[in-house]
């Protein structure tokens, strides 16, 4: 596992430990949030917690002390961004960001995890501007080829497509 990402992560979750739960569930909204980021944060879905993964579809990624998150084991059928992030949002989840698919990643093997290197997979809730941002922006996608695979995914500013991918959810 990468340990920069690891320490990251680890610190993030240690001022979580110690601060108001308010701060960490809601935190300040980050460039790309909109109404549905909002309210993941309100609904503690970035909240790390304890294992309670159903291990039949779920795996847990333990992030340090025992707190972080359950993955799914298995992509689910290409779609586009907004569509995958309805669909996780519908199941009371969310689609991963980068760096939890990035540690997910680093121990697929040992999770059960299937195709982490195979296909390109919607890896944020978050989009980004892109050079024309006044008809597309861009969301992080990772896989393909490697842990450390990151690219942009091009959106609609509209919502949709063009891109159509695979996609995981967690909680």
């Known amino acids: 596992m ?8 680890s ?4 001022f979580c430990l110690f601060a108001s739960t308010d701060v960490c569930a809601q935190g300040a909204p980050a460039a790309g949030a909109d109404m549905w980021t909002g309210g993941m944060a309100l609904g503690n879905l970035f909240t790390p917690h304890v294992n309670f993964c159903d291990p039949a579809t779920e795996a ?20 586009q961004w907004t569509d995958a992030r309805k ?11 980068v760096a939890e698919m990035h540690l997910a ?5 040992a999770l059960g995890l299937a195709n ?4 390109a997979e919607w890896s944020s809730n978050f989009f980004i501007e892109t050079a024309d941002s006044s008809t597309t922006a861009g969301v992080h996608v990772t896989g393909f080829g490697g842990c450390d695979v990151i690219r942009t995914g091009q959106i609609n500013r509209s919502g949709g497509g063009p891109e159509v991918l695979v996609f995981r959810c967690v909680r």
């Open 60 to 79: 847990f990624v333990d992030v340090i002390f025992g707190l972080g998150y359950c993955i799914e084991k298995n992509e689910r059928p290409a779609m």
């Open 105 to 109: 990643c680093d121990d697929a093997a």
């Open 87 to 97: 669909t996780c949002l519908q199941n009371f989840k969310r689609l991963p960001e």
């Open 11 to 14: 610190a993030m979750i240690a």
């Open 116 to 119: 982490m290197l195979v296909n």
């Open 2 to 9: 990468n340990i920069k990402l690891k320490l990251i992560m």
